[in-house]
């Protein structure tokens, strides 16, 4: 009886370590290869030459009646330990104008437009003289398909005998979109 009780706890032990160890290794792995955040693209600016707007992007502070009028000099906030040890001279970097975008085109005017359709949805960057897929997300239990062309696109939702689809064509013209529910 206490050769079994042994044996029971040995295989425990062992058990137990490999699926720990087993765990570790997959967990590894998957936090930073499987489940990163997707990133946006970013969206046109509202005004020509502006900064691009951004949704993560927050207020300065607003200012009040008792907010100095001059901004505190980045090296007298940002001043470390061992600046001020060396006592070593602050110098502040050449401040360069930020690089003015080009004036958009018939070319570079985008919008991004989203098609729902049963089974999914495609969002497309229109331009004047062609589109781009920016996504296509199927729900849940269809597939998707992408076919691309030269101077077309197609995307189709399938599920059992169902298909759906989104086509968008330009040939020396603007482009078309169509969807087909079938």
């Not at 425990?12 to 720990?20: E, I, N």
């Not at 693209?41 to 001059?70: C, E, R």
């Not at 849940?140 to 086509?167: C, E, H, I, L, Y």
Request: net charge positive.
């Amino acid at each position: 009886m206490r050769n079994g009780l042994v044996q029971l706890c040995a295989w425990a032990a062992a058990t137990g370590a490999a699926v720990a160890l087993s765990w570790l290794g997959v967990h590894a792995v998957l936090t930073g290869a499987a489940f990163e955040q997707p990133t946006a693209l970013p969206l046109p600016s509202p005004k020509a030459g502006g900064p691009p707007l951004s949704a993560t992007a927050t207020p300065g502070p607003v200012p009040t009646a008792d907010t100095p009028t001059q901004p505190a000099s980045p090296t007298a906030t940002a001043t470390s330990a061992a600046t001020t040890a060396a006592r070593t001279p602050a110098t502040t970097p050449a401040t360069t104008p930020p690089a003015r975008r080009p004036a958009p085109t018939a070319t570079t005017t985008s919008t991004v437009r989203s098609y729902p359709v049963p089974g999914g949805r495609v969002a497309l960057d229109i331009r004047a003289d062609r589109a781009s897929l920016v996504s296509a997300t199927p729900d849940p239990g269809w597939q998707m398909q992408v076919w691309n062309g030269d101077q077309w696109m197609r995307v189709d939702f399938t599920k059992d005998t169902q298909a759906n689809s989104v086509f968008v064509y330009w040939n020396g013209h603007p482009p078309v979109v169509e969807t087909a529910v079938r």
